[in-house]
């Protein structure tokens, strides 16, 4: 299984930016999928999450802010990210707990992370 995440960039405080992450490989499902940060010189922060159904979770640092969804048929998690503030720069990470056989274990699998960088 991999996960590719794409969609980070430089953008001015206010900005908004999408972030994609494509699951493949051996997949049955994918639940949750959501994404982590990590800012200089900070700890790792879950950010927002998804689950197969829908159901939502957002760190209190981005509501209203960010807006996680899925596209279950593409295997894919997005992160709309709607007015950015420098303390949003961090490397990004998506991140997916997959099953790949029906009744197996799940395993969590991990992006390679995609900068985001607000500045003027």
């Known amino acids: 299984v991999q996960l590719q995440a794409s969609g980070g960039g430089l953008v001015q405080p206010g900005g908004s930016l999408r972030l994609s992450c494509a699951a493949s490989?051996?997949?049955?499902?994918?639940?949750?999928m959501g994404w982590y940060r990590q800012g200089p010189g900070k700890q790792r922060e879950l950010v927002a999450t998804?689950?197969?159904?829908?159901?939502?979770n957002y760190a209190e640092s981005v509501l209203g802010r960010f807006t996680i969804s899925r596209d279950n048929a593409k295997n894919t998690v997005y992160l709309q990210m709607n007015s950015l503030k420098p303390e949003d720069t961090a490397v990004y990470l998506c991140?997916?707990?997959?099953?790949?056989?029906?009744?197996?274990?799940?395993?969590?699998?991990w992006g390679q992370g995609t900068q985001v960088t607000v500045s003027s």
């Open positions: 991140y997916a707990v997959v099953r790949s056989t029906l009744g197996g274990t799940t395993r969590k699998y």
């Open positions: 998804i689950t197969s159904g829908g159901s939502t």
């Open positions: 490989g051996s997949i049955f499902s994918l639940n949750p």
